[in-house]
C-alpha cells in the first residue's frame, strides 16, 4: 500500500526566511498528491494538488508555492515566510481511483518566529 | 465549486452510548466520492469509512456506519458502542467523480468521550 513520508517534523523558522517541506511517496506510481494546512483546532485547507510531474494546481494564492520533479516527490516551498505561514503542513496522496483514500504524511509543524 | 460543512464544532458521547456526527456538502455532480477521516491528537490522519455516491447501500465498518442520503446532500457519521478511543477530531471529505483529483475537507467536529 502507499506510504507518505514527510519531514521535517518540526520547524521553526524566522518571519522572512525560506522554506522547503519535501515530501515523497511509497508503494505507488504516479498519485495524485496534495499539500494542506491545518490551523490549530481547525479544518484542512487545500493549498497545492498535482496530478503528475511539473502538473500543479493551486487553491489559495499565497507566498507559497509546490513542485513536483519527480513522479513521487512533491515539495512545499516559500521564498520569505511570514507569521501567518505557521500552521500543521500535511503532504497526502492517493491513487486515480475515485474511491481510493488519501494517505497521509505525519505532518510538519511550522512555527514562524 | 464543491462545499463541505460540518455544523458541529464540538460533540460528546457517553462511553458505551452512540453518536452521529452530521455532515452536508454542495455539488452539482452525480458522481463522487464521500469519506470520513479521524484525527486523534497524535495529528495522524486515519481513514474511517467510505461511500460511493452511486451506491444506495450505506457503508457500515465494524461500529463506525453512514447515513447517506443523496438527494439532501447528507452524509452523517454514526459510531456505536462509543469508546475512549474514538476521542478525536472528524472530518468528512469530498472527491469529485469527474476528475479525481480535489479532495476537499470540512472544518471538523470534536468528539469527546466521558467515560
Known amino acids: 500500500s502507499q506510504t507518505i513520508h514527510q519531514w521535517p517534523a518540526t520547524l521553526v523558522q524566522p518571519v522572512g526566511s525560506p522554506l522547503s517541506l519535501e515530501c515523497t511517496v511509497e508503494?505507488?506510481?504516479?498519485?495524485?498528491l496534495y499539500w494542506y494546512r491545518q490551523a490549530a483546532g481547525r479544518g484542512l485547507q487545500l493549498l497545492f494538488y498535482?496530478?503528475?510531474?511539473?502538473?500543479i494546481s493551486s487553491e489559495v494564492p499565497q507566498n507559497l508555492s509546490a513542485s513536483r520533479p519527480q513522479d513521487r516527490q512533491f515539495i512545499l516551498s516559500s521564498k520569505k515566510l511570514l507569521l501567518s505561514d505557521s500552521g500543521f503542513y500535511l503532504c497526502a496522496g492517493t491513487t486515480g481511483v475515485g474511491n481510493s483514500p488519501l494517505h497521509f504524511g505525519n505532518g510538519t509543524r511550522l512555527t514562524v518566529t | 465549486a464543491q462545499t463541505v460543512t460540518q455544523s458541529q464544532p464540538e460533540m460528546s458521547v457517553q462511553e458505551a452510548e452512540t453518536v452521529t456526527l452530521s455532515c452536508t456538502y454542495d455539488t452539482s455532480e452525480s458522481d463522487y466520492y464521500l469519506f470520513w477521516y479521524k484525527q486523534p491528537p497524535s495529528r495522524q490522519m486515519i481513514l474511517v469509512i467510505r461511500q460511493e455516491a452511486y451506491k444506495q447501500q450505506n457503508a457500515t465498518e465494524n461500529r463506525f456506519s453512514v447515513n447517506f442520503q443523496k438527494a439532501a446532500k447528507s452524509f452523517s457519521l454514526k459510531i456505536s458502542d462509543s469508546q475512549l478511543g474514538d476521542a478525536a477530531m472528524y472530518f468528512c471529505?469530498?472527491?469529485?467523480?469527474?476528475?479525481?483529483?480535489?479532495?476537499?475537507f470540512g472544518p471538523g467536529t470534536s468528539l469527546s468521550v466521558i467515560p
Open positions: 471529505a469530498y472527491r469529485s467523480g469527474a476528475s479525481y483529483d480535489k479532495v476537499i
Open positions: 498535482s496530478i503528475g510531474i511539473d502538473q
Open positions: 508503494g505507488t506510481s504516479n498519485p495524485n
